[in-house]
């Protein structure tokens, strides 16, 4: 078969006529320019791969030759991948906003458009009215970015439709690429408006501005759900580690970053240590930002007699709020207005340290294999001390990056590299043992099994005063899911009905510590739904001897684990 392949390959072969003109394109005589200096000379040379003629100067940053990049530079790649994209089809949207939810690049999108962004738009494009109180002025629009998509979609098999019909379907993209300067125009140019719905609901945390976008993670991803989610709720103040893995290949592969900055200047910082330290770098970055706070303190304390009474009785209400977030969101603007107007001598020195005056989200993000093997001597540090940071494991189960090996997150039975004949151990309990410390703040979610829950968790994870751990199931394309990755959430929402994996959360502050968000799980259904995947349904042939055994191990190893969470929250 394989010599026949070859032969019919010899025979298929087609002339493809070439313009020459495209030679100069190619060696960037004619490269289309963007007018940002940094964009024309320094990212579009190394995608161009003339990176080799770049001089060491072209790789500084503000002057800095220390590795960083610009943010706001993945959506002007325009790298125009996809053959099919969603078009909008607005008479069958309900406006529940699931499409931009789960899209894993930010490249579909919800908007509330006022009149004088509709003036000003490029084109004319079809809008919706909105639903809900407030909102009588607006406009509402499902925008795809047909030029950044890279046509998964997973947003298509997501959107639930009006009366049996579907609000997106997949098109050819040279259909939809005249509405590429609309993308642009609409998110770039207008305001996102979260204040008229609730941003603990789907729809609401839609209308936020994900500071995440365009990145370059497999289409149909099941991580990077997760990681623009949590961009959209904390990216204005986050400082982001992030472990070597998938996380750091997508979130960082120079010349470009998918994170943006907003208006203002705000945004995530994020940096990328060693695959076996990511958690004590982040702990680092918390403990420096704590440095940073009590020495802002002390400085304010000592300076607040010689304010003015409005100033001083600022300075007393930022400080009593110091640490929470929220209110120093309130009070920061009005303390640096009021110092800006002082005439104490202290005031000035105070406003070179504007930049700390809100407190910083700290994230430290990775993969499993990070958290449950090469890093878990520092994650497990990091939770058995007390600081104020939060830990998100996007759970594939498996080093994706690294060519699926299998980690101590794969699941007994599947098949990985190193456990070629299904895995013989079982996967370990990392949320359990991270509970037992007492102290810190533990989930366990899958966005396509709970969307609601998902938010929630991750929403209590950031307002705990401690060490917060949010585990995230996130299908791989090393799974072999049936369907492809556009099923990803409904791969979510299956295991989750058979046992599969658990949704829970463990709120140390809270009158009954745990809750277990899905207490009926139909455990004979677990063989099913792994056969879906080939990772699981290859077992037979590549182990037949143990299969079975093996199988039937994973169901029992489900649960009991689901046994054991519910006899603890019962306790």
Known sequence: ?????????????????????????????????????????????????????????????????????????????????????????????????FCSFVCPHGTIRTFLLDENEMKNAPMEFATLQPNGKGVENLRYRVMVSPDNCVGCSLCVVECP?????????????????????????????????????PTDSIKGTQFLMPYFEVSGACAGCGET??????????????MISNATGCTSIYCGS??????????????????????EDNAEFGFGMKVAQEFKARQLVERLTEAQSSFEPELQSVVAEYLAAKGNRNEEKVIAPRMVELLKASKSEAAAPLLEMERDFISKSVWIIGGDGWAYDIGFG???????????????ILDTEVYSNTGGQSSKASQAASIAKFAAGGKPTGKKDLGLMAMMYGHVYVASIAMG???????????????????????????????????????????????????????????????????????????????????????????????????????????????????????????
């Not at 190619?26 to 490269?31: A, H, K, S």
């Not at 759900?225 to 986050?238: A, C, I, R």
């Not at 120079?254 to 695959?275: C, E, H, I, Q, R």
């Not at 520092?378 to 998100?392: E, F, K, P, R, T």
């Open 1 to 97: 078969m394989n010599f026949q392949a070859i032969d019919l390959g010899k025979e298929g072969l087609v002339e493809v006529k070439i313009d020459p003109e495209w030679a100069n394109i190619v060696l960037g005589n004619t490269r289309k320019t963007t007018g940002d200096e940094y964009f024309d000379e320094h990212v579009a040379m190394i995608n161009g791969l003339e990176g080799y003629d770049l001089p060491v100067s072209a790789f500084t940053t503000d002057g800095l030759i220390d590795g960083s990049m610009r943010n706001n530079i993945t959506f002007k790649e325009k790298r125009t991948i996809a053959t099919q994209v969603p078009k909008w089809i607005p008479e069958n949207c309900i406006q529940c906003g």
């Open 161 to 197: 439709g009006k009366g049996g019909q579907k609000a997106l379907v997949m098109t050819d993209v040279n259909e939809q690429l005249h509405e590429a300067p609309l993308a642009e125009y609409i998110y770039k140019q207008t305001t996102y408006k979260s204040e008229y719905f």
């Open 225 to 238: 759900p997760y990681y623009k989610l949590v961009t959209q709720l904390f990216g204005s103040d986050m």
């Open 254 to 275: 120079t010349p470009s970053t998918p994170f943006v900055t907003d208006k203002s200047g705000k945004g995530p910082a994020w940096a990328n240590s060693l695959f």
């Open 378 to 392: 520092g994650l497990d540090h990091v939770i058995a001390n007390s600081l104020n940071v939060n830990i998100l």
């Open 449 to 571: 099994a709970n969307r609601v829950q998902t938010i929630k968790a991750l929403k209590e994870a950031e307002a705990y005063q401690g060490p917060s751990v949010v585990i995230a199931y996130s299908p791989c394309i090393e799974h072999g899911i049936k369907g492809g990755l556009s099923n990803h959430q409904i791969t979510q929402k299956l295991a989750v009905e058979c046992g599969y994996w658990t949704l829970y959360r463990f709120n140390p502050d809270a009158e009954k510590p745990l809750t277990v968000d899905y207490t009926k799980p139909d455990f004979s259904k677990f063989r099913d739904f792994v056969m879906t995947e080939t990772r699981y349904n290859q077992l037979p042939n590549a182990n037949p001897f143990e299969a079975e055994a093996l199988l039937e191990k994973a169901a029992s190893d489900a649960e009991k684990r689901f046994n054991r969470l519910m006899k603890l929250a019962r306790d």
